[in-house]
């Protein structure tokens, strides 16, 4: 799956809806050359640009009380929105 | 701290990114003046303005230069971004991205035609065949046409207040190089072709902010951007020089003769100040939209002239307080706009 742009599999993995620490560890998982704490906090600045943009919806956050992705911060639930649906159509996301 | 009072941190914490990046573009811009000014006395440029100035006249020699000059400037800018992606390991993602043409890279690279040869060449044959003051004028209203096609385009949300601080911002540059537009148009026979290079400058950097918006959607800044200039570094390189040199301009014996190590480290300058002006630009889009991004970046008018004065001396006329005046206001009336308005930056 490592052969497409992050975006595009960020938008992909929020189809169903997801923390956003799944989907760094995910992307992590998947993307061989990004390991590591720096290119975590790029993956999630780019969830952020993402959610900024309009494509994906936070639909839930809650208190990183155990510190899964860092402690004290917010962990934020992301979905696609309707938005997001027509452009990753365009872009990456066959079965919408 | 409750999860509401979080939330709202987080979110103020991100237009103040947005605002950082958008002011850095703006300080970057406004001190890339000073390698891109000095440049043009320095030879090889200096040697071949005289050449092509005696059989062509001034104003196309002023543009043939600047087609060179600007290549040289797209060289070092995709160098100095290549140090900055390979520094931070994003030339994997790169390749992802320049392989999604259809959906991503063609934005960049669309970008690229409309920021390269439309906006800059546009400025300079304004500089050339109206003057300086003119140009820098026209070049500062690209926020207007880069915010209304952004929100007419794909809906990105300008609010009434955003758009008050852009135009205040541009009231400011006016003023601050108003008086010496006055003078060159007063001067006489402008030929019409400065008015349509002023025209392309204002509305190609709007139209590449709007078209990077859209790639930048699905895309990494550093990474669109990179591909942005590799496009312009062909337009200029493999297209529009060769074709020069085929017409018969002297393009390819004094783009010999630029490495010159002075010539060189001041194009590097300008590569760095560019490029990084750039990078916070296209950093500033996703986070608080193309107008905004924009507008603040139009402070470059007011940078450009203290960094020109600080370094060479040129005592700017008392309009630049008034104008500066009005800049500091404009951003003002855009830093303090409440940030639940910009929640998200798309929607009605």
């Not at chain 1, 639930?77 to 919408?96: N, Q």
């Not at chain 2, 406004?30 to 006249?57: I, R």
């Not at chain 2, 600047?66 to 992606?85: D, K, R």
């Not at chain 2, 040129?314 to 630049?320: L, M, N, R």
């Amino acid at each position: 799956m490592a052969n497409r742009p992050v975006k595009f599999r960020i938008l992909e993995l929020c189809n169903s809806g997801k923390w956003n620490y799944e989907i760094v560890e995910q992307i992590q998982k998947e993307y061989p050359d990004l390991k590591g704490n720096f290119h975590r906090d790029s993956i999630n600045f780019d969830i952020i640009e993402l959610a900024s943009g309009g494509m994906l919806e936070d639909v839930e956050a809650k208190v990183d009380e155990e510190g899964i992705y860092k402690k004290g911060f917010l962990l934020h639930k992301y979905v696609l929105t309707d938005f997001g649906r027509i452009r990753a159509s365009d872009a990456c996301l066959m079965y919408v | 701290m409750d999860l509401q009072s979080l939330k709202k941190q987080e979110h103020q914490r991100r237009i103040k990114y947005g605002f950082m990046w958008a002011f850095f573009c703006a300080v970057l811009w406004g001190l890339w003046y000073l390698p891109g000014t000095a440049v043009w006395v320095l030879n090889p440029f200096d040697q071949m303005y005289g050449e092509v100035a005696a059989s062509n006249g001034d104003g196309v020699a002023l543009v043939i230069v600047a087609v060179l000059i600007t290549a040289f400037n797209a060289a070092t800018v995709i160098l100095a971004l290549g140090v900055w992606n390979g520094v931070l390991g994003k030339f994997g993602e790169m390749k992802r991205t320049l392989k999604e043409f259809h959906p991503c890279s063609k934005w960049f690279f669309l970008a690229s035609i409309f920021g390269g040869p439309m906006a800059i060449l546009g400025s300079f044959i304004a500089m050339g065949f109206v003057g300086g003051a003119f140009a820098a004028v026209a070049a500062l209203m690209y926020p207007v046409v880069g915010a209304v096609l952004a929100s007419k385009w794909y809906g990105e949300k300008v609010t009434k207040r955003a758009f008050i601080g852009i135009i205040v911002i541009i009231l400011g540059g006016i003023t601050i190089f108003g008086g010496g537009v006055l003078s060159e148009i007063g001067s006489g026979n402008v030929l019409w072709i400065g008015y349509l290079g002023g025209l392309m400058a204002a509305t190609g950097w709007g139209i590449e902010g709007a078209i990077a918006g859209k790639g930048l959607d699905i895309a990494e800044p550093d990474v669109g951007l990179t591909l942005r200039f590799i496009g312009e570094g062909v337009i200029w390189w493999i297209i529009a020089i060769p074709l020069l040199a085929i017409i018969g301009f002297p393009m390819i014996k004094y783009a010999l003769l630029a490495f010159e190590p002075l010539t060189m480290l001041v194009l590097v300058f300008a590569g760095i100040t560019f490029g990084f002006c750039y990078v916070a630009w296209y950093k500033s889009f996703p986070l608080i939209g193309v107008g905004r991004g924009q507008g603040i970046g139009n402070l470059y008018g007011l940078f450009a002239v203290i960094f020109i004065f600080l370094f060479f001396g040129d005592v700017p006329s008392w309009t630049i307080l008034v104008g500066g005046f009005l800049c500091l206001a404009g951003s003002t009336i855009m830093f303090s706009e409440d940030t639940g308005e910009m929640e998200s930056l798309r929607g009605d």
